[in-house]
């Protein structure tokens, strides 16, 4: 009889901890972009609840650092490009792509009425990006300047680093004479009648990817099914994203406290309509394709011919999207 109770107990402890253990957040360190939005819509619309599973959605200003943060140890899962997938997987942290979160979202942007109509006339212009060695950085000078423009980017124009938020007032008072942007940057440049688009990337490459939910290989392993459930939530959300636009359009334009623009007219652009003329330079999506495997591939050999990556790589290495298609086959 003692025995029986002891193995009861000791059963109903085993159980607590493993109920314990599955309470644990599931930690989402997110590129807060708009671009990234379906991590947003899922946990504001409840769909990670819905599956059951509790997440940390943390917000970070680039995918390097997320992914400083997965190396510590810190979080379980990111929400970020794929360029620092690879250059982190280079360094020896061990992760794989799992999903696409979205396509599209950059563009070369010129002040409006100014000389610039077309890349060729960035030579010897001031042209701003961001962070030399970043993903955005890797995509401006490996394929708009050295592939389409045919331009040295360290020696036939000024090639200067501003913070994405500060680019547009760089255009608008001429310190620089482009800037290679994004949404909502792009639209908001558009829209207030200072800017326009001299180079979309995604007419160029239509349904480029971009950010990408991926996971170091200890999530992999210890959270396999906690994965599959948030890569559900995420096909719902994106499917949110396509059948209930102006419900997301809103849920965007507040979480990101974006601001009504003015038209040259003079009449106002309300937040929402911000986000809805983004959506014509970016969507959303969770398969990754062929032809997304291809380009993730072109941007691994751009990086090593900049010199950002230590060694070639294939990008059968970093992806794995067995948890997707448990995740598709499950919906």
């Keep these: ?17 493993s109920a314990t253990q599955a309470a644990e957040p599931l930690r989402i360190g997110w590129v807060a972009a708009m671009a990234n939005a379906p991590a947003l819509i899922a946990e504001r619309k409840g769909f990670f609840a819905s599956e059951g599973l509790a997440v940390e ?22 929400y970020i490009g794929a360029p620092p997938v690879y250059q982190w997987f280079s360094r020896g942290l061990d992760s794989r792509i799992l ?15 100014g000389p610039i109509r077309d890349l060729p006339d960035l030579r010897g212009r001031r042209l701003a990006g ?33 913070p994405v938020g500060n680019m547009n007032a760089a255009l608008d008072t001429g310190t620089v004479d482009a800037v290679f942007s994004w949404e909502p940057f792009v639209s908001q440049a558009l829209l207030r009648g200072t800017g326009r688009v001299v180079f979309d990337v995604n007419a160029a490459i ?29 096909r719902r959300a994106i499917a949110f ?3 209930h636009a102006a419900e997301a359009d ?45 380009f993730i591939q072109r941007l691994m050999d751009y990086s090593r011919d900049l010199g950002f ?13 067995g948890p997707w298609k448990r995740a598709v086959e499950q919906n």
């Design 99 to 113: 999903a696409k979160v979205n396509y599209g979202q950059a563009a070369i942007v010129a002040k409006s009425g």
């Design 1 to 17: 009889m003692i025995r029986r109770l002891v193995s009861g107990l000791a059963a109903l402890a085993t159980l607590g901890l």
């Design 206 to 234: 239509p349904g480029y990817p971009w950010y990408v939910v991926m996971a170091p290989a200890k999530t992999l392993k210890d959270r396999p099914e906690d994965l599959v459930k948030l890569l559900r939530a995420h």
């Design 130 to 162: 961001v962070a030399r060695g970043s993903g955005m950085d890797v995509l401006l000078r490996g394929y708009v300047l050295k592939e389409k423009a045919g331009l040295d980017p360290d020696a036939d124009l000024s090639l200067s680093q501003l």
């Design 250 to 294: 809103a849920i965007i334009a507040s979480e990101f406290k974006l601001e009504a623009v003015t038209a040259p007219d003079g009449h106002t652009v309300a937040p929402e309509a911000v986000v809805a003329e983004a959506r014509k330079r970016l969507g959303w999506s969770d398969e990754l394709t062929a032809a997304d495997r291809a």
């Design 57 to 78: 959605l943390k917000p970070f200003g680039d995918g390097p650092v997320i992914q400083q943060a997965m190396a510590s140890g810190e979080l379980d899962v990111g």
């Design 309 to 321: 990556l230590a060694r070639p790589l294939k990008v059968e290495q970093i992806v794995d999207d």
């Design 241 to 243: 994203l396509r059948d």
